[in-house]
Each structure stands twice: as structure tokens, then as C-alpha cells.
């Protein structure tokens, strides 16, 4: 039964995480994604949720110590923005090259040049290329179905995701939304029982070992064929959370195509602005 609410896209986030409970959230504060470990500590310090929550020294070390939460087996999260996405830029590499379905949070903020803080894609196209699936919202109400559809996502093909949302635009503007009831979320993300991790008895895994040239190549080639499977698996997700919730979800959605001459092909919030421009323009 859906729950009619009013949230702010970091508040959606955040209620989304305390409804999966992952294991681990390690996270350090960074506007404008602060309140997204700043509200799920809260969850955590009012016993509504058994998250251990992870406080670092810097962005760096937040996705170090969730990458070593999910190699041992954890289900494992952090939220970032802008300077502190370039900052895990080497980690965001090998999340993905040893092949760890951990999640993130990115609050979408430019990368400074000149001095900004507010909403660019510029962190999340930046990382483009380093082997996380990146899935953007147009607003709060696709932040939080994208969100509860990340780990089934991530587990299924084994690689990193990042749920992303325009900052300010999304993370902090409030509006209507539906959430789903606490079971609902649990059975639908499923629990997780990794095949391999760190901390299984009598595990041979190894995480992070130096790849000689061949053996490099063959791994970064799984990872990309991983990639191109996440194509179907994303397609499922959207399709059965759907079936389930009654909001079915592709790769994109289309506005008004039918008869139209000119297409703009956008990502995030600026997609709410373009349908509401494009319906005052067809009034005239």
C-alpha cells in the first residue's frame, strides 16, 4: 500500500536506505549530499535500523572502507558529491575492477572551475568511464524507486551503481511522493548471501591482488561484457518493481514524440522543466 508523503531527495534517499538496512554505511559529509548520512545516522542512533555506520576522515577513505565492507561480505552504501567524488577517483576503479555490487548515493554539484556549489553533472561524467552504472532522476519520487532497484541491480551483474540526483534542484526541494511499506522494500531488495567474500570460511578469494598484463586484460574485458549485461538486468528490475508498485521504469522515458518535430534528449531534473515548457509551447 502506497504511503502518500511530502520529501526533500535526500530525505527519499534516506528512507529508502532505512527501509534495505544495509550492513555498512561509511560516509563523509559533503554538501549537498551531507544530509543523506547525516538523517540515515539518525535512523541508526534511534534504533530504527542496525546500519553500522562508518564516520572517516575524508571521501577517500568513505569508499575505502566500503569496498572493505563488501569484500567481506557486507551489503555495503556511501553518499558523495562533487570534490568528493574526484576524490575517490582511484577507488571508484577498483570498486568496479573487483567487481563489488556496492551502491552510492551521488548528489550531483559542479566540479569547481570557477568556484561553484551548486547542480552540474560534471563529478557524475567525470566518472563515466570507470565502470559503475550510473542511473540520473528527474525528481524525488525516481530517486527513491531508483534507489530501493540499486542493490537487486549491483548484485545481479557484480558491479558498483550510482543512484544520482541534481543537487539543491532534487536533494532539497520537497515534494509529493509515494513510498512503499518497509516489507515491501525488504522483499523486493531480497537478502544478501554473496557467493564469494573475505570472510567465509575457507574462502580462496583475494581482492585487489597485482593483475599481470594478460590476466589484467581478461579481467577488464568481463568487467565491460558485466556492463553490457547490466543492459537487461536493468530493464528486469524496472519491469518487475513495475509489476509490483505500479511505476514501471526503462532506460529513458519518451514526452510527447508522437508528432514531434524536435527532440531534446536530457538528464535529471532539467527533464521536469523541459516537459512543462514543451506543454505551455503546444498551448499556444
Not at 72 to 98: C, H, I, Y
Not at 230 to 241: C, D, E, P, T
Amino acid at each position: 500500500m502506497a504511503i502518500k508523503e511530502r520529501m526533500s531527495g535526500n530525505e527519499a534517499v534516506s528512507y529508502a536506505i532505512r527501509q534495505i538496512n544495509p550492513d555498512v554505511m561509511p560516509a563523509f559529509p559533503i554538501t549537498p549530499s551531507t544530509e543523506i548520512p547525516q538523517m540515515v545516522s539518525t535512523y541508526i542512533a534511534n534504533g530504527e535500523m542496525d546500519t553500522e555506520f562508518i564516520p572517516v576522515e575524508s571521501e577517500h577513505s568513505s569508499l575505502s572502507a566500503t569496498i572493505g565492507a563488501e569484500a567481506a561480505g557486507a551489503r555495503s552504501l556511501t553518499a558523495t558529491s562533487s570534490a568528493g567524488l574526484a576524490l575517490m577517483w582511484e577507488e571508484l576503479l577498483l570498486a568496479a575492477s573487483n567487481r563489488l555490487p556496492l551502491v552510492m548515493a551521488l548528489v550531483n554539484r559542479t566540479l569547481s572551475g570557477p568556484i561553484n556549489i551548486n547542480c552540474d553533472h560534471s563529478d557524475g561524467m567525470g566518472a563515466r568511464d570507470t565502470g559503475w552504472i550510473q542511473i540520473y532522476a528527474e525528481n524525488n519520487q525516481e530517486v527513491y524507486d531508483n534507489y530501493v532497484q540499486a542493490f537487486p541491480i549491483a548484485e545481479a551483474v557484480r558491479l558498483p551503481v550510482m543512484i544520482c540526483m541534481d543537487g539543491f534542484i532534487t536533494s532539497h526541494a520537497v515534494e509529493n511522493i509515494e513510498l512503499l511499506e518497509d516489507s515491501e522494500v525488504k522483499g523486493f531488495v531480497g537478502e544478501y548471501h554473496p557467493e564469494h567474500s573475505l570472510l567465509k570460511a575457507g574462502e580462496t578469494m583475494a581482492v585487489g591482488p597485482y593483475d599481470v598484463t594478460h590476466y589484467y586484460f581478461e579481467h577488464k574485458k568481463q568487467e565491460a561484457e558485466a556492463m553490457k549485461d547490466a543492459k537487461q538486468v536493468i530493464l528486469h528490475q524496472g519491469k518487475r518493481f513495475g509489476e509490483q508498485f505500479g511505476r514501471t521504469y526503462g532506460f529513458f522515458e519518451e514526452y510527447c514524440m508522437e508528432d514531434a518535430e524536435e527532440a531534446l534528449v536530457l538528464i535529471g531534473s532539467t527533464a521536469g522543466t523541459a516537459k512543462a515548457a514543451g506543454d505551455a509551447l503546444r498551448a499556444q
